[in-house]
């Protein structure tokens, strides 16, 4: 893979003697591809133990692959697809390549590849927890664990990058998708899992921002829809979804055993699917 780039030196990573076993840079920084397949970029001392735990990544994908959100990723694909360009650009999509931002362990990640076959789809998330679990079930996406804020891709590598539920980090988005590329984001609403947060919380709080004021200088919005629907979730799903939400490290004790204590609850999803280009054509070099 020709765009990757050391995170220590930020020189060319390139493949190991041809072995396809790890990829190495110019001053011998050195990274193997696990066992599973992914490939660990991410450096520093608390590299070990960043993003989702296990606990929040197997309650993920039990959730998700139930088909809960499946309306979510539908939506997203939909936008991909418009957005391919005229016929002549669509003949040419085994070029195109796809960056999933905060791909956890890539439920909306394999419904891309399996809606684009022609593209080139990878997945980055700095948790290796999510990172590991993806690698060993969708093997036709290439896998990275890094973080977002400091990505281990050469400049204008992307023409699609996709950040969903994950934070935005806007320098280094223009950075590595290309002039013509888009930026798809999908960031939840107001009414967005408010049946929780009413059984959690004895006080709601509204704390969503709108991405396009963090992304404005950089990227223009071409288009933004809203999805909302409600479904009924049951059981154990309930805990699922409680524990693959950022409430699970900051919810009051009493509101958690009351939210474990249903067998049934109606949830509302409300999230915006927006689609970004780059505000001008921006010298990368």
Known sequence: MNILVCPICKGELKDRLGTNKGVTCKNK??????KEGYLNLHVGKNSKNSGDDKIMVNSRREFLEKGFYEEISSKVNEVLLANLGDEEAINKAHTR???DIGSGEGYYTNKMQECLKEFEINALDISKE??????????KINWFVASASAQPFKNNSFDYLTVL???IFPDEFARIIKNQGFLVVVTPNKDHLVDIKKVV???IKYENSDPNDELKEKFTLIS??????KKMVYGDDIKNLFNMTPYRWKSPKEGVE???SLTELEVTVDVNIDIYSLNKVISKN
């Open 97 to 99: 390549r796809l960056l």
């Open 224 to 229: 933004r829809e809203n999805l909302f629907y």
């Open 258 to 260: 009351k939210l474990n």
């Open 130 to 139: 999510a990172v590991m679990k993806g690698a060993k079930t969708y093997k």
């Open 165 to 167: 539920f994950c934070k």
């Open 29 to 34: 920084h050195s990274f193997d591809y696990a």
């Open 201 to 203: 919380y004895p006080i």
